[in-house]
C-alpha cells in the first residue's frame, strides 16, 4: 500500500511530520534489524513532538519537548537496531554524524552505526523492516518547513525489499 503527500510551506507539513513520528515510534516500540536513511543533507531535525509527554514512555530521557533525530537514532542503537546513514561528505553533514558519534560515546552502541560517505548522492529515503519513504525530501529544516517536496510512503513487503536492494547498493 503506498501514500504520496505534496506538501509545500503552507500545506501538508503536519502530514510529514506526523509521518515520520509514526516511522520512528513504530521503529522504537518494534525495532527492525537495519534503518537506512539515505539523504543529501541531514540535520538534527525535531521528530517527535513529545511536549506533552505522548511519547516520554520510550525513552525516560525524553522531557517534554521537541525530541531530535539523533536522539531517536540513539534510542534506536541502544535498542539493537542497526543504523546506516547515507549521505554528502560536506561540512554540516559531517557535523551531524560527529554530533550522533559523540551522543553514542555516552550510551554506548557505536558500532551500530554505519556512514557512508556519497559525493553524488541524489537519492532521498528512510528504510525500516516495515516502511519506506522515498521522495525529493532531505533530512533538515528546509526540506520539513520551507521547500515543496512530494513524498511516497510505502508499506507492501515487495516495495520494501526492492528498497533494501537499492539501499544495500551503496555499500
Same mark, same amino acid.
Given at each position: 500500500?503506498?501514500?504520496?503527500?505534496?506538501?509545500?510551506?503552507?500545506?501538508?507539513?503536519?502530514?510529514?511530520?506526523? &509521518?515520520?513520528?509514526?516511522?520512528?515510534?513504530?521503529?522504537?516500540?518494534? @525495532?527492525?534489524?537495519?534503518? $537506512?536513511?539515505?539523504?543529501? $543533507?541531514?540535520?538534527?531535525?525535531?521528530?517527535?513532538? #513529545?511536549?506533552?509527554?505522548?511519547?516520554?514512555?520510550?525513552? @525516560?530521557? $525524553?522531557?517534554?519537548?521537541?525530541?531530535?533525530?539523533?536522539?531517536? &537514532?540513539?534510542?534506536?542503537?541502544? &535498542?539493537?537496531?542497526?543504523?546506516?546513514?547515507?549521505? +554528502? @561528505?560536506?561540512?554540516?553533514?559531517?557535523?551531524?554524524? &560527529?554530533?550522533?558519534?559523540?551522543?553514542?560515546?555516552? /550510551?554506548?552502541?557505536?558500532?551500530?552505526?554505519?556512514?557512508? $560517505?556519497?559525493?553524488?548522492?541524489?537519492?532521498?529515503?528512510?528504510?525500516?523492516? +516495515?516502511?519506506?519513504?522515498?521522495?525529493? /525530501?532531505?533530512?533538515? #529544516? #528546509?526540506?520539513?518547513?520551507?521547500?515543496?517536496?512530494?513524498?511516497?510512503?510505502?508499506?507492501?513487503?515487495?516495495?520494501?525489499?526492492?528498497?533494501?536492494?537499492?539501499?544495500?547498493?551503496?555499500?
Amino acid at each position: 500500500k503506498s501514500r504520496r503527500i505534496f506538501k509545500t510551506a503552507s500545506s501538508s507539513q503536519h502530514e510529514i511530520r506526523e &509521518l515520520l513520528q509514526f516511522i520512528f515510534v513504530s521503529e522504537i516500540l518494534a @525495532p527492525g534489524e537495519k534503518i $537506512w536513511l539515505v539523504t543529501p $543533507w541531514i540535520s538534527n531535525v525535531p521528530i517527535l513532538d #513529545n511536549r506533552s509527554g505522548l511519547f516520554s514512555s520510550l525513552d @525516560p530521557t $525524553w522531557e517534554n519537548r521537541l525530541v531530535r533525530l539523533n536522539e531517536i &537514532l540513539v534510542r534506536l542503537i541502544t &535498542l539493537g537496531a542497526d543504523v546506516v546513514i547515507v549521505t +554528502k @561528505p560536506d561540512n554540516h553533514c559531517k557535523d551531524f554524524v &560527529l554530533r550522533l558519534k559523540e551522543d553514542l560515546e555516552i /550510551m554506548g552502541g557505536g558500532e551500530r552505526l554505519t556512514v557512508i $560517505w556519497r559525493q553524488e548522492l541524489h537519492t532521498k529515503g528512510i528504510l525500516t523492516s +516495515k516502511a519506506l519513504l522515498t521522495g525529493s /525530501m532531505n533530512l533538515t #529544516n #528546509n526540506g520539513l518547513e520551507l521547500w515543496d517536496e512530494q513524498v511516497t510512503f510505502d508499506t507492501d513487503a515487495r516495495d520494501i525489499a526492492q528498497g533494501r536492494i537499492n539501499f544495500e547498493s551503496y555499500r
